[in-house]
């Protein structure tokens, strides 16, 4: 049974940091590209980034770019999401998903991803 389980989620001054982390199992981890999602009520679930099954390719929403990093330590079967600078517009529900191995990293569209997380609820406050 695949699992993906993040956490780090928080509430956090605008201007602030945040580190996501998704916890994988249940699957083969380096054969999945990886995606982090978010969706603010009322509002579309949104791509944020993508990393390769690898780490060495990743590819940002131009809201998050310079902003957020993602990386993964395929040792711990493990992806993040390093939040910085962090603006009110980024409150959401993030989510990971993952991908069965592509060439192609930057996929933003929800229905490609297969697996999925529960979310964690990020605040940033003004």
């Known amino acids: 049974q695949v699992q993906l389980v993040e956490s780090g989620g928080g509430l956090v001054q605008a201007g602030g940091s945040l580190r996501l982390s998704c916890a994988a199992s249940g699957l083969t981890f380096t054969d999945y590209n990886m995606g982090w999602f978010r969706q603010a009520p009322g509002k579309e679930r949104e791509f944020v980034a993508a990393i390769s099954s690898s780490g060495g390719n990743t590819y940002y929403a131009g809201s998050v770019k310079g902003r957020f990093t993602v990386s993964r330590d395929n040792a711990k079967n493990t992806v993040y999401l390093e939040m910085n600078s962090l603006k009110p517009e980024d409150t959401a529900v993030y989510y990971c998903?993952?991908?069965?191995?592509?060439?192609?990293?930057?996929?933003?569209?929800?229905?490609?991803?297969?697996?999925w997380g529960q979310g964690t609820q990020v605040t940033v406050s003004s």
């Open positions: 998903a993952a991908r069965y191995f592509s060439t192609v990293v930057a996929v933003t569209s929800s229905r490609e991803y297969t697996y």
